[in-house]
């Protein structure tokens, strides 16, 4: 993402934090809006509604609480949500990529639903619901150049209203060490990761032990059976090998998924040196 500095204002229609919100940087033309299912109806009635955009369709698995995605571009937003509203389960909020100036045309659209889908699936933090991405749609030069600008707008927009779904899930902390690897070794565990501003991120390759120990508390080995039960690691050689990185709520929630029993993250990842987490983070921003 971009780093400069931004003014985003977020303009609640309804007067409600949790209803629908619009989204936009002061100096642009794009907006985002995001519409609660249960507020289609308001929706509808907005001049918004109408356009040509960008749709995301965000909820969660029945199965393993994995977040989701569907993405879609449509002529009439309002139009299309009505019938995802009768035909698609899943979904429990939607966010639209529109043009305050009414100014995106259906080619827009078209690409970047195709590049959008492929931002997310290279990010890897949302399992989307779409299916066959197909190729990618002939965008001549000038309006595909339009694309990506808008691409990166609507990036920094959903990010701030808590959709971060193009962001990389290892991108460092701003305030630690650039890239900066962190180790847990144990038995039958030997995983690498990152502090982030998110949260500790396990990367792809990581294994962990497989059994958990007879003293761990229920609630963590439900935990690990749904890192299972959604194919984030999967069983290789006695082992459990993370196929994708992962992101944790906290150092010692990883650390407990990869060890297999309780663990403090913040004395069990260490950096190359030998120096824990905690000495390498906590204790440097306490000095």
Partial sequence: MNQTPKTIQIFLPGGDPQGIRIAEITTRILQVIEVPRSLLSQFSQMPESNQVGVYFLFGESDENDEPQVYIGQTGDLGSRLATHNKKKDFWERALVIISQT???????????????????????????????????????????ADCLEIFDTAKTLMATLGYPIFESLSKP??????????????????????????????LKGSSGRTDAVSSMAPRWINFREKLISSDVVKETDGRLVFQRDHLFSSPSAAATAVMARQANGWIEWVDESGKTLDEVVRQQDEA
């Fill in 102 to 144: 009414n100014s995106l045309t259906q080619t827009h659209a078209l690409f970047l639903e195709w590049y959008c889908l492929q931002a997310c699936r290279k990010a890897a933090r949302y399992a989307d619901e779409n299916g066959n991405s197909g190729s990618q749609p002939h965008t001549p030069p000038p309006l595909k």
């Fill in 173 to 202: 902390d701003t305030n630690s060490e650039e890239n900066q690897i962190f180790m847990c070794k144990g038995s039958e565990a030997d995983a690498r990761g990152l502090y982030t501003s998110e949260g500790f991120v396990v």
